[in-house]
């Protein structure tokens, strides 16, 4: 039996967030250096958030309640899926301050890894966990 091949993967095109309000999710994000775009577009309506980094967020406007547990991380039984994005950050200590400034408080962390690396937790209006990664 031949091993298959490997499919060529250059790096992420972008990351599909779904969320139920694109104002106050545009609010959040912009804390975070992103800028809208393009959108709301398509059948299920998609606004196209870009970092001045090179990464993506498409908010995928489909949420159906403005306050909801989220699945993945809110609720005792454990579901596959993808739990946060780490976003690279050069100071989270400022970045803490910037998002409770904001309104935001940290739901984990700081956070300091054997690497030396540091992150700390938030969570977006609609309870999607982003983690900000310091390398170190």
């Known amino acids: 039996m031949t091993k298959p091949k490997t499919i060529p993967v250059a790096g992420i095109a972008h990351i599909g967030i779904r969320v ?19 959108g709301p577009l398509g059948p299920e309506p998609v606004a196209i958030l870009e970092h001045p980094s090179g990464v993506e967020i498409n908010l995928v406007l489909n949420a159906p309640k403005a306050s909801e547990p989220n699945i993945l991380m ?38 300091r890894f054997e690497t030396g690396s540091q992150a ?14 310091q390398r170190g």
């Open 20 to 38: 139920h309000d694109l104002e106050r999710s545009v609010a959040f994000y912009a804390l975070l250096g992103f800028r809208k775009t393009a």
């Open 74 to 111: 809110d609720v005792p039984a454990k579901h596959s899926g993808i739990t946060h994005v780490a976003l690279l950050c050069p100071d989270i200590l400022a970045a803490k301050q910037t998002l409770e400034a904001a309104g935001f408080p940290l739901s984990g962390g700081p956070v």
């Open 120 to 133: 700390i937790f938030v969570r977006d209006p609609d309870r999607n966990v982003i983690e900000l990664h």
